[in-house]
């Protein structure tokens, strides 16, 4: 079919996504695999700017009560991810995870959650004390039981976002960045097109994927009230002395409004202590809180007594986009070409299910599209020089592999140089951070960052001062 549409001289775009989250980036992703013409707009000046930066990127193999959407698109997600990591070049490590009991009760409430788990179709198995220190030795002395599923992993979520809008990019999707949409015109029951500050957009179907800002997103459309909350969640990094000999994922007992604190090894080798659960009412507030954070450690030290915070390097704090429905993937009941796709709490680990699922419904509303022949499904791989297997051949490569920028993550100039010049590519020091790790380890950029920012004054030919930190509050590098 004809991917543009001409219409008076503007084009239709036959898909418009909204946000660029891991659920935005990875339906552009999959329908850039497809006959659609996409164009995918996002408020902030990078991918991965809301609850996709600040999650603990588990890929569960089991989150929800089997016949739940939720759990439908995770068990859709979580076998493929080898291979899909492999094929994106985004780190992941299948570790599995351990349901932790401390005491009877707990135990009690384990033979139910490993029945549900199997409904998923998960590994699960519930095991005694002893046996779950001997998987992990780590865990507490007062555990009395566990659910060991074997098929969970981590993923790295930030090189993930980014790698799904790379492959977008790369399959011909539009990415406009700094792009708000502040109002939607409608044709009929339809959404005829979408308006930012830069301009309108016309469009046939229109992807809601604004994470935490879907009620107003859907508002704008004139559709359905839909109430969406921030969840907050708080996090304590701790480097890679502690995480390199954590060797499982370690969750709590489930509570009622979440999974719990999780004692979590990263796929970069640190550990991650959290999160906390707090409805708020302030979608872009990111702060952290002593109470929130003392509450988090002494919970995780509870499950792993070893956990220290003399190994602390950093906190943080993200807002899960929480709503009355857990996990929506629906048209909306009213305006007939929009799709409202959120997830609060396994956005990252159901992303391929949600992406496939997503097409279908748009499909079934009209969306006329075929597989597009020779689309990419893949990257080409960056070799990263902390776990390259042959660091010295790097430098035949490309000689800037010689010239390591963050020595705390082991970040070559070559590496920040690719992040720089990738598709869709890093315009801020934590747009590198991202893609790299550069700055993110343990002097958090005390050292590196002056380096990191040299290197990116020379791709935007502006005065280092200029090259930002959006995490520090300052803007990005300018369009
Ligand atoms: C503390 C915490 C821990 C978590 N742990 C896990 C985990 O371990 N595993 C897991 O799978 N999931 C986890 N999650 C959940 C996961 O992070 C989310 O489900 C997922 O990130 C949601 O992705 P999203 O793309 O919908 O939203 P977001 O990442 O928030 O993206 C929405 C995007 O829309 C943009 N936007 C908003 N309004 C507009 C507008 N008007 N115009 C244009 N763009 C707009 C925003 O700027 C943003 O970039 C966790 C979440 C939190 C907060």
């Not at 543009?4 to 339906?27: E, S």
């Not at 957009?201 to 009230?225: D, H, P, Q, W």
Request: with cysteine.
């Amino acid at each position: 079919m004809d991917r543009m549409i001409h219409t008076g001289g503007t084009r239709t775009w036959d898909v418009v996504v909204i946000g660029a989250g891991v659920i935005g980036t990875a339906i552009a992703a999959r329908l850039s695999q497809t006959t659609a013409r996409v164009l995918m707009l996002e408020a902030a000046g990078d991918v991965a700017e809301g609850a996709s930066k600040g999650n603990a990127g588990v890929a569960p193999s089991y989150y929800a009560a089997p016949g739940t959407l939720e759990a439908r698109l995770v068990s859709a997600t979580y076998p493929r991810w080898p291979e899909v990591c492999r094929a994106l070049d985004v780190p992941y490590r299948r570790l599995g995870g351990i349901i932790v009991a401390l005491d009877e009760e707990q135990a009690a409430a384990l033979p139910e959650l490993c029945a549900e788990a199997r409904g998923c179709g998960a590994d699960a198995e519930i095991l005694d004390g002893e046996a779950v220190r001997r998987l992990e030795p780590l865990v507490s002395e007062d555990a009395v039981a566990g659910l060991w599923m074997a098929e969970e992993g981590v993923i790295d979520p930030m090189r993930l976002t980014a790698a799904y809008a790379e492959l977008a990019a790369r399959n011909g999707v539009e990415l406009r960045f700094d792009s708000p949409v502040i109002a939607m015109d409608r044709d009929g029951a339809r959404v005829g097109a979408v308006v930012t500050p830069a301009g309108r957009f016309e469009a046939r179907y229109v992807v809601n994927a604004s994470g935490v800002r879907l009620g107003e997103l859907s508002a704008l459309a004139g559709g359905e009230a839909i109430r969406m909350w921030p969840r907050k969640g708080e996090y304590w990094l701790l480097d890679r002395e502690f995480g390199s000999r954590l060797q499982r994922i370690v969750f709590a007992a489930p509570a009622k409004e979440s999974k719990g604190i999780h004692v979590v090894p990263t796929t970069h080798g640190n550990a991650l202590l959290g999160p906390s659960s707090d409805d708020r009412d302030e979608p872009d507030d990111k702060s952290t809180s002593e109470e929130r954070l003392r509450y988090v450690f002494e919970q995780a030290r509870r499950l792993v007594p070893s956990v220290s915070l003399d190994l602390a390097i950093k906190t943080f704090a993200a807002n899960r986009p929480a709503s009355e429905e857990r996990t929506r993937v629906r048209l909306d009941a009213g305006v007939t070409n929009l799709l409202h796709v959120a997830n609060r709490s396994s956005g990252v680990g159901s992303s391929l299910g949600t992406a496939d699922y997503a097409l279908d419904l748009l499909r079934e509303a009209g969306l006329d599209v075929g597989e597009r022949p020779g689309a990419a499904a893949s990257l080409p791989a960056v070799p990263r020089l902390h776990d390259h297997p042959a660091p010295e051949t790097l430098t035949s490569i490309d000689p800037r592999y010689g010239q390591v920028v963050c020595v705390c993550e082991q970040v070559s100039a070559a590496e920040i140089a690719a992040a720089l010049e990738s598709s869709v590519p890093a315009r801020t020091l934590d747009g590198i951070r991202k893609r790299t790790r550069a700055t993110g380890g343990r002097c958090q950029g005390a050292v590196c960052a002056a380096g990191v920012a040299f290197m990116c004054s020379l791709r935007y030919g502006l005065p280092p001062e200029r090259i930002q930190a959006i995490d520090h509050g300052f803007l990005g590098v300018e369009p």
